[in-house]
Structure formats: structure tokens, C-alpha cells
């Protein structure tokens, strides 16, 4: 680091490229895919129920994650669904969430009819803060939907401690953050019920695919349903007792997401290892601050996030973006919610999620009235001028790292100097 020479021309003006050296193709599937889809093909049955793929997959994930019960599903966002519906709130409940996660976190709570609550975030972090959500506790509170964004886990101690105080109960949206840790142990085991997503941009994927874990039996038994129509297969009865989806995983599905499973923790350790290589070159470099991870937790690394100090770079997040982009830096702005928190989507801002009606923003069976303002959440609304995004994949070598930092070096280097002049 102390060799590379940030005082280079911009690529933007015409200057050498940061990253001199391409990065190497990924290739996240292989022979062990193969062999078990096509022992899944062999044995000539896809349907979850009567193969033996998606049974091995939720054994193996409930051992990982030391939990009694994991139920497969055909995605991320049937998961936190299939989580949220097993609470069987009344319709009006509130469930407090993240203002900064993917909108397939908040898809489920909508379904059943219940009124989503947006905590705003630290502001080091861009995890839930635990003060916020306190704030928003009111008596129609339901639960509480932890997420863990970008891969590190937020603060669970205070956030459990809301909840035990309260009688709340937590679920856990691990999505993004497989294999990451707080106070030594994996997030996903605090959560009464705790979801995860297999979809193309995580650290495993089948594609799409969705697993939740919990202790309880009665839990299990209710999402073994939720995910199937409410048929009662387990007893041979046919006789739908409650509105249920089809979130079926499919054995294909399964097949990879073993293979997958398998690689886990050498994906997790090499992007541990990479995010951590490239926190060490950002502490260096005047006007950049990365994201902070508090002691006792280890970030995965989803995504690598950073912050500008816009006071001594005086650019937008946009600008420095695009000159990483010349750099060949695969960086962006606007965080995962494309530009802004979660509440500020259509969706919240016109009350439609079910187009032709205010439901469940509205309604008078429920007394519910939720209005949703910009303002809501200081912290989430200021990160989206601030922050910007490393995609990270396992595949990155330490060279690509060194030459990720040489990049924001350089721009950092460039607007601070454009700043003071
Ligand atoms: C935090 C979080 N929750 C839920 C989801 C939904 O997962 P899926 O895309 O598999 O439906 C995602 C996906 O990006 C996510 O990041």
C-alpha cells in the first residue's frame, strides 16, 4: 500500500486504470452439482415430499446452524413470508424492520396483512438501531424482523433485549449473511423463527431458494403447511384449514443448494479474509471510512460498503462511483434499495400493495392508518448520499483487493485535492 501512488491521473481523464489486472471469470457450480442433480435425476422424482434432496438439505442446514428444525423453500422472500405468517398475528399487527433491506423482507408481512414499521439505522453500520425500533413500539406491535445487512450481524443483544422487555417476538433475516458471526456465534440462532435466501446474489445460490430455521415443533408443523397449500400431507388429509402459497423447493433445487452448503465455509473465509484485507487498505486513505464492524462480530461480506466524508471530498456518491467504475472498480452508489430506504417505494408512498384498495396501510376492519414520510428515518435517508457498494465474491484475489483500495485511493485522493483548491 505505501507503493501505490494515489496522485495518478484519473482513468476518468484519461489516466491508467487502477485495476490493471482482470478479474478472473467466477465459476460458482461444478462436478459436485452435477453428480447430485443427476442423482436427483436417476431417481426420477422432483417433488419435495417424495425425494430425499430437500430432506438432506434441511437436516444439514439445521446442524450448521445448531437449530432443531429447518424447512426448505422455493426463496428468500417465501421465507421471511413462511417466518412471519407462522407468528399467525391478527391482520393490523405492526412488524418492525429494517428501513434499509430487500423489499423481499417486507413482501411476507404485507401478505398477511399486517402493517410494516421501518426502524431507522446506525449510522456506522446501516444495520436496525436498536433505539429506533424501541421508539416504534406501540401497542399493535406484533414482532420485530431483524435483518442483517450486507453481512454483518446487527446488534442482537440490544435488539433481543427490546424484544424480551416487550414480549415480542424475534425473527432473523439472514439473507445476506451467511456465515457471519456476533459474539462468536452464527446470526440465525436468536430468532424464534430465522430465514435465509439461496438466490443468485448470495454467498450460495440454487438459483432461487429459501430455508428458515426454529426450535419449535408447532413452528415447524405450521410451516411445513404454510409452504404447501395448507395440505396436510404428514397425516394423508386433504382439508386446508387456513390461506397458504405454494413455496415448494423442488429437488433440483435442493441438489445444488447441497452442493452449495458444501462450500460454504470456504466462501465465507475467503470473503472474511478479502473484506478484512480491504477495511485495513481504507483505514488509510483520508476522506473514506468503512463500514464499521463492532468487536466480537465477523462480517461475512455480502457486500463490501464505505463511506465518503462529503465534507472533505465534496462530490456526490454518483461521482465517485462512476470515477471507480473508469478505475475498474466494480463499485456502486444507491446502496441495494436502488437510492432510497424501503419506505419511500411506491408501494409504502401511494398505500398499494393490493392495487384497488388502502390495505393494510388502511383499513377499518383492522383500525390501521399507517402513513409513510420522508423523514422517517434521518440516519437511512442520509446514507444513500454517503455510502457506496463493493460487490464482493470469493473469487477476488488478494491482488484484486490491493488494486480495489489503489482505485479509491487515487479517486479519493483526486476530490480532496479538487476540494481544497
Ligand atoms: C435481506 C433480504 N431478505 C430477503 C430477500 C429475499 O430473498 P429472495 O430474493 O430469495 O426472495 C433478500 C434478497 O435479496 C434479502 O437480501
Redesign the pocket.
Known sequence: MAEMNFSERLALHGGPRAKRTPIAPRKRHGEREKQLLNEVIDADVLFYYFGTKVRELERRFATLYGRRHAIACS????A?HMAVAALRLPPGSEVITSAI??M??VTGILYQGLVPVFADVEAETLNMDPSSVRERITARTGAILV?H?AGLAANLDALADVARERGLPLIE?C??AYGCTYHGEPVGRRGVLSSF???H?KHITCG???MVLTDEDQLRYFCSLFLDKCYQREEGVRNPFFLAPNYQMTELQAAVALAQLEKLPEIVERRSSLGVRLDQHLRRIPGVHPQLTPPGCRHSYFLYLFRLDLAALRCTAEEFASALNAEGVPARARL?TGGRPVYLYDIFQNRSAFPGSRYPFYSLDTGADRVYRRGDCPAAEAAFSQWLTIEMAEHYTETDIDEFALGIGKVAWHYRKRAAA
Do not use: E, K
Open positions: 426463496s428468500g422472500t417465501a421471511v433491506t430487500d423481499g423482507s435483518v445487512h433475516d439473507a445476506q435466501s439461496l438466490n446474489f432461487s431458494g429459501g441495494i
